[in-house]
């Protein structure tokens, strides 16, 4: 199993909050959202973030409008994945 660090995601549109993320990705390569929920979903791999000196881990939410991606850290949901750069 991988642990792997987002460094940066995709959104569209960018700037609104309502709509979702499309793509993760850091240094070394770029993954849809349904990749990366599929592969944590498995146990395949891990993913997380390290937003001001913590990590946050990654996981899947089910939420009303199917499963999304959002980070868990000192013991709560939070957005750490929109506070990311643009991936190129």
């Not at 599929?38 to 199917?66: C, M, Q």
Request: some cysteine; glycine content about 10%.
């Amino acid at each position: 199993m991988s642990d792997v660090q987002i460094t940066c995601i995709n959104k569209q549109p960018r700037n609104d909050p309502h709509e979702g993320i499309t793509h993760l990705g850091n240094s070394t390569g770029k993954w849809t959202r349904q990749q990366v929920v599929e592969w944590i979903e498995l146990r395949s791999h891990t993913f997380f973030t390290y937003v001001g000196g913590k990590r946050a881990d990654i996981g899947v939410v089910d939420g009303p409008n199917g499963k999304y991606l959002r980070t868990y850290a000192d013991g709560y949901w939070n957005d750490n994945l929109l506070a990311l750069p643009e991936c190129r």
